[in-house]
């Protein structure tokens, strides 16, 4: 069993930056596909980044490419999403997820697991 806990969340205003942890335990972190996903209030949870157990690959939803960057220290068991020039758009519950893969994974219902999230808020 993977557990995965989120932090580096807050509340900040537009233009800022912020960057977000997601320490794993309890399974081989180096084999685990990782994602970050984000649900705004009222909204379905969306895919915002995704890297494979490398780190060599990332994917990123267009509305946040060329602001976000994910990357991972397997030797630390954790990943990072590095947000730049925070919107209020962007404000939402961040989770992120892992699942044993070789492949990049973009889709929710592809990871098995979950932490439980950290709060981003950005005022305008």
């Known amino acids: 069993q993977v557990q995965l806990v989120e932090s580096g969340g807050g509340l900040v205003q537009a233009g800022d930056s912020l960057r977000l942890s997601c320490a794993a335990s309890g399974g081989s972190f180096s084999s685990y596909a990782m994602g970050w996903f984000r649900q705004a209030p009222g909204k379905e949870r969306e895919f915002v980044a995704a890297?494979?157990?490398?780190?060599?690959?990332?994917d990123y939803a267009d509305s946040v490419k060329g602001r976000f960057i994910m990357s991972r220290d397997n030797a630390k068991n954790t990943v990072y999403l590095q947000m730049e020039n925070l919107n209020p758009e962007d404000t939402a519950v961040y989770y992120c997820a892992a699942r044993f893969s070789s492949r990049i994974l973009t889709g929710e219902f592809e990871y098995r697991y979950w932490g439980q999230g950290t709060q981003v808020t950005v005022s305008s």
């Open positions: 890297i494979t157990r490398s780190g060599g690959n990332t």
